[in-house]
């Protein structure tokens, strides 16, 4: 007597995001338009942990979920530099509770970004009074 048995292998979505790199997965979750050039230049300019903490002080200065802070490139058309832009929306807060929050984050990331890094990376927070 033969037994045969077959096995089906199904992959759930979290499954199949543990076989790629999770950076590319986290840079995809920050910059889903220009995911791929953002992680290019990160990867190049060696500011890749870098981009992460900033982003990390931002939600948490900020007090914000990671749905309201995106990546954006920003190139100055004068002088062709290139940087990262971590954009904020920030949703029903006072004046005082932004600045305090900014604030709060520059302080946080001349502590935690070595200087020659942290020149790559800028903070923009978008300021809008509906969610």
């Not at 939600?59 to 971590?86: G, Y």
């Not at 954009?87 to 900014?102: E, G, K, N, P, S």
């Amino acid at each position: 007597m033969s037994l045969k048995s077959e096995a089906i292998i199904q992959f759930d979505k979290e499954d199949i995001q543990e076989f790629a790199d999770p950076t590319d997965y986290w840079f995809r979750k920050y910059a889903v338009s220009e995911a791929d050039g953002i992680l290019s230049f990160c990867k190049t300019h060696e500011i890749v942990n870098e981009v992460k903490i900033a982003v990390d002080l931002a939600e948490k200065c900020f007090r914000t979920q990671p749905a309201n802070v995106h990546l954006e490139v920003d190139v100055d058309p004068e002088t062709d530099d290139t940087k990262i832009v971590i954009v904020v929306r920030v949703h029903h807060r006072t004046v005082q509770d932004i600045l305090a929050a900014y604030d709060d984050y520059v302080n946080q990331a001349v502590k935690s970004l070595p200087r020659s890094k942290s020149g790559f990376i800028r903070l923009s927070y978008d300021v809008s009074s509906s969610t």
